[in-house]
């Protein structure tokens, strides 16, 4: 069984990310950690209580008003309150409940801060190895078809697998898009060898390829997608200032087509050091395990609802 984690606010626009993720979990199928981080750090145990009552609410309403009886109840959901913001805490929420996918709000409010939308999702994305699912506001259906726009002859094959994994979530087709700036005409051969390598990689169902001159490709994506009618955007970028270009005022203000589907991040899992170099981080490593085999087992003995 898959892992969703999603953390809310408690904005109108977290109903949205929770119904979309509702709607995920059914098809995956896959279960549901509701993680809400309060402010206040210095927050008593009742105060915390009654923020899990909210998200308990919230869950059982949605659950049943967005979903069929059946469907709803297939669902099975695990509440984590915790005081203090979503970016102390996310790193280790991903960890213990081994998160296959990260789904969060396009305009989430993090310790009680409200920035530019998509600050604070660029933020936790840099933080957590499985993929973000950024939702905007709105009600939305599944996507019918997919869209990923990457450098494919420099993007790291270890990145495909992410993407390879949510194909029961998202069973739909995918173009694989690669832009190039016209003076890299001479190199469209082998702009296409990357590409088509990477479907190759993939293993997805059904993907079609797509190389394209524009030396504004964020521009070009959005264009892209709006006529295919992509409903999810997928992207692999290099850094977090990549990743805000997604998110500029720019493109808000003009309501380009990319800012109002969600978008997949999808970032390199760190690698896991196998080797140490003296006996100090040979037991740091191994008080690292133990404290994550005790914090899973923890986590795990929580009852699901």
Known sequence: MKTILVPLDHTAAAESTLAYANKLAVRWPAEMVVLYCHPDVAATPGALQAEEQRLRSLVERLRYQQLT??????????YRVLSGCLHDHVQTEALVCAADLLVMGLEHVD?????????????????VSCP????????RSLPA????????TTLGLNILPHLAALEAAFPAPLDLVQFY?????????QLLQGLRRAGAHLGWPQTTAHLLEDDAPVEGIGEFCARAQAQLLV??????????RYFDGCYRATNAYHTRIPLLVLRPAAPVP????CDRCAERLAREAQASVSLRAAYQAAPWV
């Open 145 to 152: 078809r997919l869209a990923f726009c990457a450098n494919f």
């Open 111 to 127: 310790c009680g801060r409200q920035e530019a939308p998509g600050n604070h999702a660029a933020a936790i994305t840099a933080l």
């Open 181 to 189: 700036a016209p003076s890299d005409r001479p190199r469209r051969r």
């Open 274 to 277: 196998t080797t140490t170099c």
């Open 69 to 78: 009886r059946h469907d709803g109840r297939r669902i099975r959901y695990r």
């Open 235 to 244: 992207i692999a970028p290099g850094s977090t200032a990549e990743l805000l």
């Open 132 to 139: 973000v699912l950024v939702v905007p506001a709105g009600r």
